[in-house]
């Protein structure tokens, strides 16, 4: 994995270590904070008997039913968080809050057993409703909030109702203004109405139970990283010769006034997958191993582009991008076959 070779020595020394003995807790860590931030924000909202417990895990989630949070180990520590930044671009405060949210909202639901109720299945749906990965968002739908990038609260009426927990619940979201004569207002106005009811009530269902614990990854931190990445690349496995041929072109002979085409891809790769994560949900991990793959063609088909026509570049990689990050989330795949 050519990006280890990035990562600072004391990191590198780190890889082959196994995450369960990396000794991690967030007592203490850098994420500590926005948990804190977190709990503060349920009390402003009246949520005074709601405190979701917190654990480290691989990634973020909520078990099915659980009302706890599960964090990702890597933010508990710098140096760590340094490597989840070279690899998969790690997430900023405003990031972290967000899907700190998000996840206390699916806690919401299991902590007062929402979902079994006739009121949240007439306004979100069935829970029990097949999970599907590939399903086919209706971008822009105003039926739906617009929380974490894309179109994640369309993935099942679970995550609807999560997403419109984490709306209402982040401070000065102006939820009222900026949904007015959308659909999504009646589920808004829902959550408004059932924190209020619940505000001073013990949950339902208390400690809940945790899914895969940091203490539980039998793993080398280079194991889960190259696990990371070999999902990527199997999902950006594209065909791009003849398309990148039409944006770029082959120098043929010496000329001035050029720069080779792999490297206005690379110095813009964080832009890139930010923007076409954003707008359209595809992951970030998947999305970069996108872009690495744009500028590996480039390089191979030794692509050049015209100096001073940058931003035009520009325009026409993100919005390529976007239309093969588009064919992944309704078809599976970059390029359809």
């Known amino acids: 994995m050519h990006t280890f070779e990035k990562a600072p020595p004391e990191v590198r020394e780190l890889l082959g270590k196994r995450i369960k003995e990396l000794g991690l807790r967030l007592e203490g860590s850098p994420v500590e904070r926005f948990i804190h931030q977190l709990y503060g924000e349920l009390e402003r909202k009246g949520l005074r008997r709601f405190r979701p417990t917190c654990y480290l895990s691989d990634e973020w989630g909520c078990p099915s039913g659980q009302p706890v949070i599960g964090i990702p180990f890597y933010l508990a520590n710098p140096r760590l968080s340094s490597l989840e930044k070279l690899m998969n671009d790690l997430e900023d405060e405003r990031e972290i809050m967000m899907y700190l949210r998000h996840e206390a909202g699916h806690a919401f639901n299991y902590a007062y057993v929402l979902y079994s109720t006739a009121e949240w299945r007439e306004i979100f749906g069935r829970f029990n409703r097949a999970y599907r990965d590939d399903f086919r968002p209706v971008p822009f739908s105003r039926r739906y909030v617009r929380h974490i990038a894309g179109w994640y609260a369309q993935k099942h009426p679970d995550e609807d109702f999560a997403e419109t927990f984490a709306v209402w619940l982040t401070p000065r979201s102006k939820w009222r203004r900026r949904y007015q004569g959308w659909p999504a207002m009646g589920k808004l106005k829902y959550i408004n109405r059932i924190a209020r009811r619940l505000g001073e009530r013990d949950a339902v269902v208390g400690m809940?139970?945790?899914?895969?614990?940091?203490?539980?990854?039998?793993?080398?931190?280079?194991?889960?990283?190259?696990?990371?990445?070999?999902?990527?690349?199997?999902?950006?496995?594209?065909?791009?010769?003849?398309?990148?041929?039409?944006?770029?072109?082959?120098?043929?002979?010496?000329?001035?006034?050029i720069r080779p085409a792999a490297g206005i891809v690379e110095v813009h790769q964080q832009a890139f997958v930010e923007k076409i994560a954003r707008w359209t949900g595809v992951s970030r991990p998947v999305v970069r191993a996108l872009v690495e793959s744009l500028a590996r063609h480039c390089a191979q088909q030794d692509l050049w582009a015209e100096e001073g026509r940058e931003a035009a570049y520009l325009v026409e990689l993100t919005a390529y991008g976007t239309t093969l990050a588009m064919n992944y989330v309704t078809r599976g795949r970059f390029v359809p076959s």
């Open 208 to 257: 809940g139970t945790f899914d895969l614990t940091v203490e539980e990854m039998d793993i080398t931190l280079e194991e889960f990283y190259r696990q990371t990445e070999a999902r990527g690349q199997q999902a950006a496995d594209v065909a791009m010769v003849a398309d990148l041929g039409d944006i770029f072109f082959q120098k043929g002979r010496r000329r001035k006034g």
